[in-house]
């Protein structure tokens, strides 16, 4: 489907907010170190796009959990080093300025919250942190951020979802009754990216129903639909490659516990093919993202043998921040 550019006119927001002024009227006064803080779906990556198509900047995106130390560089130095190259030009003859997002503020802040501080020196670039919790309002990093704007985003309330819904299918020639729109709003708990993904499946599949999404429902149960074969492709959604990858992982770390010999090795198969897709996201290409959860309930799914009592456990985060144990 065709979605508006990303354009500081398109930016959706709820009516009682002004998020996008807010944001403009900092840059305005030479703020140049953001953080964007708020749930998914809920336009963060968005206005960044569209802040950089509108003011001529480059965007480049940075996801943290792709970030692993080296035998010379920790994470907190890969990081860093990171994203002080990018924030240079690539041309001596170039002098356009660049946006730089980095997504999850929580992984660099329990990585090493220096991080923040380091980049102070940095000037030819617009550095977004993107955070999802209210970690960055821990009192123990509050030091360490002080040179960051905090932007708050919010869900969005139904209304404003389906306004935006109905100029998509207007665009794209959509039939769809009223009725459905209305439940493919309620039903996205406020995430654009979740009304959206409902939408594109109601165009590839046909009449169906929105599924509803309960925020409530731990990992534990979704792994335990996916293990015992009771799970439809659309049972999940991952609204960002770092969601996708975060339930990767989960995955990953219980698949011995629950497949033996040949399945085993075909579901880590599979597997490699969602890291695969996950990474081609990482490039911009997002119309991938709705196969990871064909790919997780369709592929993984459909090999179980039926319902298993399991006690699933979490995964060893620090193998995969790349610290140390």
Known sequence: MEYPKPSLKNFIENYDHSIRNKFLSYFEK??????????NGSGKTFLAK???????????DIN????????TESVADR??????????????????????FVESAEKALR?????????????????????????IFRSEYRHFISDYQIINFYRLNSQVIEDFLIKVCETNEIKISKSLLDKIAINSRGSLSSALTDLETYVLIGDVEPQKRDQEEDIFSTLNRIFSGEGGFSDIFLSTDQAAKIFEIWISDNLPSVFK????????DLLSYIDILIKRIHAQNWE???????????????????????????PDWKLYYGLKQ
Do not use: C, W
Request: hydrophobic fraction near 40%.
């Open 288 to 314: 991938l993202l709705k196969y990871i959860s064909a790919l997780s309930f369709g592929g993984i799914s459909s090999m179980a043998h039926g319902k298993v009592k399991l006690t699933y456990r979490a």
């Open 111 to 135: 990585t090493s919250p220096l991080i923040f501080s380091k980049l102070s020196k940095v000037k030819n670039a617009i550095i977004i942190f993107e955070s999802e919790s209210g970690d």
């Open 64 to 71: 943290l959990y792709l970030i692993a130390e080296t035998e």
């Open 261 to 268: 010999g040949k399945d085993l090795y075909s579901a880590y």
């Open 30 to 39: 030479g703020v140049n170190r953001f953080i964007f803080n708020g749930p």
């Open 50 to 60: 569209a802040f950089a198509n509108d003011y001529d900047f480059s965007f480049e």
């Open 79 to 100: 990081i860093n080093n990171l994203i002080e190259r990018m924030s240079e030009n690539g041309s001596l003859f170039s002098s356009q300025k660049k946006v730089i």
